[in-house]
Nanobody, 124 residues
Framework: QVQLVESGGGLVQAGGSLRVSCAASGRTFGSYVMGWFRQAPGKEREFVAAILRSVGTTYYTDSVKDRFTISRDNAKNTVYLQMNSLNSEDTAVYYC?????????????????WGQGTQVTVSS
């Protein structure tokens, strides 16, 4: 079992920055593919970013490229999402997810474990 706990969400003005974190349990965190997804009111959950295992290869959805950065600290069992130049379209609940087996990186079905989510609200 893997437990994921997100933190760091909140209210930020448009153009501002925020960093959300996800702490994971498990002794093999370095082997997990870690992802961030988000769900805005009335919309489906969508892929935001992912980072592969120890090599750290990253993937982003087009709308956040050059604004968001995903990173991981395997020593701390933590994955981060640094979000810059935020706008109202980034308002959503952000979920951390872990995949123990890999697969289609941008698909939610690839991920076995999910956090409870953290709210990010961008005010204009």
């Amino acid at each position: 079992q893997v437990q994921l706990v997100e933190s760091g969400g909140g209210l930020v003005q448009a153009g501002g920055s925020l960093r959300v974190s996800c702490a994971a349990s498990g002794r093999t965190f370095g082997s997990y593919v870690m992802g961030w997804f988000r769900q805005a009111p009335g919309k489906e959950r969508e892929f935001v970013a992912a980072i592969l295992r120890s090599v750290g290869t990253t993937y982003y959805t087009d709308s956040v490229k050059d604004r968001f950065t995903i990173s991981r600290d395997n020593a701390k069992n933590t994955v981060y999402l640094q979000m810059n130049s935020l706008n109202s379209e980034d308002t959503a609940v952000y979920y951390c997810a872990a995949s123990t087996t890999g697969g289609v990186i941008k698909s939610s079905v690839t991920y076995d474990y999910w956090g409870q989510g953290t709210q990010v609200t961008v005010s204009s």
